[in-house]
């Protein structure tokens, strides 16, 4: 890899990985007994505020988040990975733009938190689900993450995940665990997306749209399934952590130019 932005998009990359990586982490001590906490994005943030030299870490992690939005816009707006102008395209660079914006909210809310303010205060989503149109928001997220769910489903089980690293330097021995650590991981993502879609349209037909995360969707996993099932699927996310991780070490991120 070579050139600055390919390398922001890179670490961009890495920086998503390893958030997925510590949800999965502590999710899945909090299933066995071992510690941790049911955990989504803002929990990771909290977490890392604790550490040792936590605020440098939080401005680190921030940055790294702004490659990745750096990256998806970049898809978005100069075309980067070179989609058609066709239906499918469009929808590509629809979600493209919606990953950034989501990761560009993340990257502000761990700024806010060095600031001393809370990660979650203010959030977008708590402005548009203490609006009028609360119920219709929550139909319309829920619906967007039924079909991401699907998508990714489609993504583990089709080996279209493979297209990732594909042309990586992987060392030969590491292969076969990184694309089960793929499957696996894609998997997880579409177990979560699909309960917390479903959990949205439950709250919207209901009349009680509120703010939901990966949180409510491990309580849920754990109240319906138990917490077997909760650890197995938060172990499933922290494999997608180290997929991204090991898809931003070895594969080569080109931003081709048009």
Do not use: C, H
């Not at 505020?49 to 990745?68: I, R, S």
């Not at 990184?178 to 177990?191: C, D, E, F, L, W």
Request: proline fraction near 0%; glycine fraction near 14%; aromatic fraction near 14%.
């Amino acid at each position: 890899m070579s050139g600055k932005r390919e390398k922001f998009a890179s670490f961009g990359i890495a920086t998503k990985g390893f958030v997925y990586l510590i949800i999965g982490i502590l999710t899945t001590l909090a299933a066995f007994g071992l510690g941790g906490q049911k955990s989504g994005s803002g929990t990771v943030l909290d977490f890392i505020k604790d550490q040792t030299f936590g605020n440098v870490l939080l401005v680190l992690l921030a940055v790294g988040l702004l490659g990745y939005v750096f990256y998806r816009w970049y898809q978005v707006f100069s075309n980067g990975n070179n989609q058609n102008d066709d239906a499918k395209g469009w929808i590509k660079r629809v979600a493209y733009f919606i990953s950034g914006a989501l990761y560009g909210v993340l990257a502000y809310s761990a700024l806010n938190l060095v600031m001393g303010s809370s990660a979650s205060k203010g959030s977008l989503t708590k402005l548009l689900f203490s609006s009028d149109y609360a119920t219709i928001f929550a139909i319309i997220i829920g619906v967007a993450l039924v079909g991401k769910g699907v998508y990714e489903f489609y993504q583990a089980y089709s080996g279209k995940f493979k297209e990732e690293v594909q042309g990586a330097e992987i060392p030969q021995k590491a292969q076969s665990l990184v694309m089960r650590a793929g499957k696996v991981g894609y998997t997880a993502r579409g177990i979560v997306a699909g309960i917390l879609g479903y959990l949205f349209l439950k709250a919207g037909v209901s009349g009680s749209a509120q703010k939901l995360s990966k949180t409510d969707v491990f309580s849920y996993l754990q109240d319906e399934f138990g917490t077997i099932v909760m650890g197995l699927v938060a172990l499933g996310l922290a494999a997608y952590g180290i997929f991204k991780i090991i898809e931003a070490k070895y594969s080569s991120v080109t931003l081709n130019q048009n």
